[in-house]
């Protein structure tokens, strides 16, 4: 109530309503989505901080002090940051610090347009001025009072924009870029072979693009249904950017991020999902006998370097203290180690990050946001090359669908990458190569507007007017009809066994244009793709569960027993009525422990077969004793939780909000839900990577046609109205129709708008 009258007296104070030069206006929508309008980018960023400092500047503040280097100082050295990397490994704060001084930009890209100088100086100005303005009671309780609350720089902006570019790549090794160090005796001299996964690789997306074939309006239409967090500093906030003449695009921001990352406009809509390139190189160095940190290069010693970095820290007494950490770098870049990485007297390591100097990522999405359709958005995408770590999507208002992986890697094909592999070591992510050849470097090519990276014209995309789909598979099954080949390694895989999400993703499709799913007709329209998502359907189980049932019945284990029991009542979906649907989901995961089990050979009768990918591998291999083992672990780790077999998943899975439980949909299966198992509680946060901002988008003669719903609400604050509203319509399966226009703004507009007056330079 306090920030609403504070926002009528803002708002009687800065009367007209219309974003006029020197102004710009916020109105809100249901479900707390502001509408930012300016008449330019600096207005508009300066809009934009203010209306998401109000909706969560504590996540704000939690984002800029990691991307800051400075965890440690306002939130102490001895507390860890889980959030910001994939798999919430913890990480202690002044760790972190040191990771991101050391590898994330401390200054503003070079060749930054007016337009994105603009946007950046107003939004740190605006959040700012909302920071400086906004009485204490008004700030929320997690963190009212807090050190982290400091302003920013336009600097900050850049850094958190930099540090983003490399979730996926640095953003995997921060702990193993402090540990690095000389070794001082032989202890770890000997190589673990075999592969190495630096965190689970839980970040994903599903995404369908469809054209004007398949469509029933003879128009695009596209679902966006990224897998991300729920909370912490890469949580998604909705909203609505508006420069007019120059940009109007509407969807979802990561916290932080000034410009909206899946969305649409008026005759565009868009979305990313994880690719599967190899982001990382990481070059094996060959160290000399009498000194650990020399390395050989091509026949020559190289000295490393040391680099010294200073951080301010706050002891658990609340004193602050200097803190410093050396790094030792290369040629390649910063060196690491790890279990299957050692710096030993013989071989050391370096990371070598191909997004580490992607400046042109803001840049990239400014021109998505504004392409009018996949034509101009291909064009942006091979011009800049900014897309850090994704997959695009798209479809637009004239019957066109495209997919593209045209992001940032290095520049390797495959007889480089077979030359120079270093044998018996994997790294999730990483290529692990040679680092005493100069010529195991990426190659350069003019073409590319830095040097070493992956050109456009050797990466994978296609447009089509059926459909196109991604489910963080590589590429290739990108539509099973036209499979994308004769691409680098360095991308992705090509024939080979593709995940469970890729396999339903082209099954759905062959169903719904065969009219055998039991939807009206045979076209997709937004209610199909809405329903298909949310029939929560699990191929996995309609291939696997009979064949599991019948092997029950030779086993004379007790826990497989009762495992079978309580699966014979599954209906192989992961609705909140779903019976069972939790002990599958265990049986998987024991099954193919840090895998899926399409890409299990192991498990199956009748192995992936190139040439029908969608249908194979399947058979459960129930000779395969694994498979009644992995039955038996899972029932033994619910018991052991005290979580019943029989139960409901709606009774098991659920997030609480204001002491309610709100069941959850989703699971094991397309529709992605990630929920933390609690011993004696259920399935529920922290939350890993799972449906979150899900979009559903078309045309028709008067624009975009959107659908929409963030599951995890648009605010973490539990005093705002905004804190599980949306989470109450995901578990419900309610979606909401997005207003676009300014008429449909304006008739949803649930309190005044805001008119800011943006101060003169």
């Known amino acids: ?10 708002s009687c104070a800065l009367v007209p309503a219309a974003a006029n030069a020197g102004t710009v206006s ?10 930012i309008n300016a008449s330019d980018f600096r207005g508009l960023g300066y809009g934009y901080a203010h209306a998401l400092a109000e909706n969560d500047i504590c996540g704000l503040a939690d984002t800029f002090a990691t991307y800051d280097g400075a965890r440690a100082l306002r939130f102490g050295e001895d507390k860890s940051d889980i959030q910001y990397i994939l798999g919430r490994r913890p990480i202690n704060n002044a760790v972190s610090d040191f990771g991101m001084r050391l590898m994330v930009e401390q200054h503003a890209p070079r060749n930054l347009t007016p337009q994105l100088s603009a946007l950046v100086q107003g939004y740190a100005e605006g959040f700012n001025h909302y920071l400086a303005t906004t009485p204490a009671a008004d700030l929320p309780d997690a963190c009212r009072g807090s050190d982290a609350l400091k302003p920013i720089t336009q600097d900050t902006i850049h850094r958190r924009v930099n540090g983003f570019a490399m979730l996926l790549s640095s953003g995997l090794f921060l702990q193993d870029l402090y540990d690095a160090a000389p070794p001082t005796d032989e202890k770890h001299a000997v190589l673990e072979s075999g592969a190495y996964a630096q965190e689970p690789m839980l970040a994903g997306s ?3 693009a469809f054209g004007k074939d398949t469509t029933d309006n003879g128009r695009g239409l596209l679902l966006g249904n990224p897998h991300f967090f729920w ?14 003449g120059q940009y109007d695009a509407m969807g979802m921001a990561v916290l932080g991020m000034p410009l909206i990352t899946v969305g649409f406009n008026k005759s565009l809509a868009w979305s990313h999902t994880v690719s599967t390139d190899a982001r990382a190189s990481i070059y094996r160095l060959i160290l000399d006998p009498a000194d650990p940190t020399r390395y050989l290069v091509d026949g020559k010693w190289v000295a490393m370097t040391r680099k010294h970095i200073e951080i301010q820290a706050r002891t658990k007494s609340g004193a602050i203290e200097k803190r410093s950490h050396d790094f030792y770098l290369t040629r390649y870049g910063p060196v690491l180690t790890n279990k299957a990485l050692p710096w030993t007297k013989q071989f050391a390591y370096a990371l070598a990050d191909a997004n580490q100097k992607n400046g042109r990522s803001l840049q990239q999405w400014l021109e998505i946001g504004a392409a009018p359709n996949v034509t101009a958005l291909k064009a942006s995408l091979d011009k800049n090359l900014g897309t850090p770590w994704l997959n695009t999507i798209a479809a637009d208002r004239d019957g066109n669908a495209f997919y593209g992986d045209i992001s940032v890697a290095p520049n390797f094909d495959a007889a480089k990458l077979a030359a120079c592999a270093v044998p018996g070591i994997t790294i999730a992510r990483a290529s692990v190569l040679d680092g005493s050849r100069t010529d195991c470097t990426a190659t350069v090519d003019a073409s590319t507007p830095e040097p070493g990276l992956l050109p456009p014209a050797k990466r994978p995309s296609m447009t089509r007017t059926d459909f196109v789909a991604n489910s963080n598979a590589s590429y290739w099954l990108t539509n099973a009809s036209a499979p994308l080949e004769g691409f680098s390694p360095v991308i992705g895989a090509e024939r080979t066994a593709q995940n469970f999400r890729t396999r339903q993703g082209q099954v759905q499709v062959r169903d719904r244009l065969a009219g055998r799913d039991g939807l009206p007709g045979d076209r997709m329209s937004m209610q199909a793709v809405e329903k298909i998502l949310f029939s929560d359907r699990s191929l996995q189980g309609e291939l696997v569960l009979n064949d ?4 029950c019945k ?8 009762r495992g079978c029991a309580a699966l014979a009542k599954w209906d192989k979906r992961y609705a909140l009525d779903s019976i069972a649907a939790h002990v599958f989901s265990e049986f998987t995961m024991a099954a193919a422990p840090g895998e899926d089990m399409g890409t299990t050979p192991s498990l199956w009768r009748v192995p992936f077969d190139p040439t029908d990918p969608v249908n194979t591998p399947r058979d459960l291999d129930t000779s395969n004793p694994a498979v009644l083992k992995a039955l038996a672990a899972a029932v033994e780790k619910l018991d052991k939780a005290g979580i019943p077999l029989d139960a409901k998943l709606g009774d098991v899975q659920f997030v609480v909000r204001h002491g309610e439980r709100i069941p959850l949909h989703g699971g094991a299966t397309y529709s992605a839900l990630r929920a933390t198992l609690t011993p004696n509680v259920g399935y529920t946060e922290p939350m890993g990577p799972s449906n979150s901002y899900i979009q559903v988008v078309t045309f028709d003669e008067n624009g975009p046609v959107a659908d929409a719903i963030l599951a995890s609400s648009q605010t973490p604050d539990p005093k705002s109205p905004f804190y599980a509203d949306q989470t109450k319509s995901y578990s419900r399966g309610e979606w909401t129709r997005l207003p676009f226009t300014p008429a449909a703004v304006a008739a949803q507009a649930i309190r005044p708008p805001l008119v800011l007056a943006v101060p003169s330079r």
Do not use: C
């Not at 500093?233 to 007019?244: A, I, K």
């Not at 599991?548 to 092997?551: E, V």
């Not at 030779?554 to 027993?561: F, I, L, P």
């Open 1 to 10: 109530m306090k920030k609403l009258v504070r926002w009528l007296l803002l």
């Open 548 to 551: 599991l049932l019948a092997a």
């Open 206 to 208: 599903n995404a369908y």
């Open 231 to 244: 909370d912490g500093p890469n949580r998604f906030t909705e909203l609505h950017l508006t420069v007019l």
């Open 26 to 35: 916020i109105t809100i929508t249901e479900h707390g989505i502001p509408h």
């Open 554 to 561: 030779g086993s004379n284990d007790a826990n497989v027993q």
